[in-house]
Antibody, heavy 118, light 106 residues
C-alpha cells in the first residue's frame, strides 16, 4: 500500500525558515517524480514544486521560486521542501504527492500544516 | 498557464447528470487531470489525460476535451459525489490547478 506521510509543519514567524519532510513507503520511491502541493485554509489547490526521480529536473512555481527548494533522498525514501523568507500567504496545508509519470498525481499524503504568523 | 472552471458552485440533486468545464489560457493537448476533494481529505485522482478513467473510479465519471476546453461529467449523481472538483494541467512542467467547482446538494 502506498503511503506518504508529511511532517515538520508548525507555526513560524514571517521571514523565517522551515523544512517539511515526506516519508514514502509501499512503492519504489526512486522511480517516481514527486511534488509538493499546498492548500491555504478554505482555498483551492496550488502546485508548489516538483522533482524528477533522479533529482535531475526540478521545477518551482513562480510564487515560491527563489525562496523554496525541493529535494529528495532516495536512500531514505524521503522528500523535502526547504522554505525560507516565509510570508503570511505561505500559510497552508502542504501535501506531498506522487506523480505517476506524465504529470498526473495518483497518491497524496494527508498534509502538514505550516502557519506563518507573528 | 491559467485555468478557469465553471461554474464555481453547482447545486444539483441525486440522480442528475452534471458537467463541469475547465478552460485553459493556452493549448494543453490532452494533458489534463481531474480530482475530487472532500472536506478534510486529500484530493483523489478521477480522470487523467483528459478522458482516461483512473482505476477504481466509478464509470459514472467521464472526461472529454482537448486543446483549451475540457469537461468532467458525472452521469448520475450519488450522495458520495458532493465534493469539490479540480482540474489540473500538466502540459507545462509548471503545473497548475483550476480554482475548483463545489458541487452541492440542492
Amino acid at each position: 500500500e502506498v503511503q506518504l506521510v508529511e511532517s515538520g509543519g508548525r507555526v513560524v514567524k514571517p521571514g523565517g525558515s522551515l523544512r517539511v519532510s515526506c516519508g514514502a513507503a509501499g512503492f519504489t520511491f526512486n522511480t517516481f517524480g514527486m511534488n509538493w502541493v499546498r492548500q491555504a485554509p478554505g482555498k483551492g489547490l496550488e502546485w508548489v514544486a516538483s522533482i524528477s526521480s533522479d533529482s535531475k529536473y526540478i521545477y518551482l512555481s513562480d510564487s515560491v521560486k527563489g525562496r523554496f527548494t525541493i529535494s529528495r533522498d532516495n536512500a531514505k525514501n524521503s522528500l523535502y521542501l526547504q522554505m525560507s523568507s516565509l510570508r503570511a500567504e505561505d500559510t497552508a496545508l502542504y501535501y506531498c504527492a506522487r506523480e505517476r509519470g506524465l504529470g498526473e498525481i495518483d497518491y497524496w499524503g494527508q498534509g502538514t500544516l505550516v502557519t506563518v504568523s507573528s | 498557464i491559467q485555468l478557469t472552471q465553471s461554474p464555481s458552485t453547482l447545486s444539483a440533486s441525486v440522480g442528475e447528470r452534471v458537467t463541469i468545464t475547465c478552460r485553459a489560457s493556452q493549448s494543453l493537448s490532452t494533458w489534463v487531470a481531474w480530482y475530487q476533494q472532500k472536506p478534510g481529505k486529500a484530493p483523489q485522482l478521477l480522470i487523467y489525460k483528459a478522458s482516461s478513467l483512473e482505476n477504481g473510479v466509478s464509470s459514472r465519471f467521464s472526461g472529454s476535451g482537448s486543446g483549451t476546453e475540457f469537461t468532467l461529467t458525472i452521469s448520475s449523481l450519488q450522495p458520495d459525489d458532493f465534493a469539490t472538483y479540480y482540474c489540473q494541467q500538466y502540459n507545462s512542467h509548471l503545473y497548475s490547478f483550476g480554482p475548483g467547482t463545489k458541487l452541492e446538494l440542492k
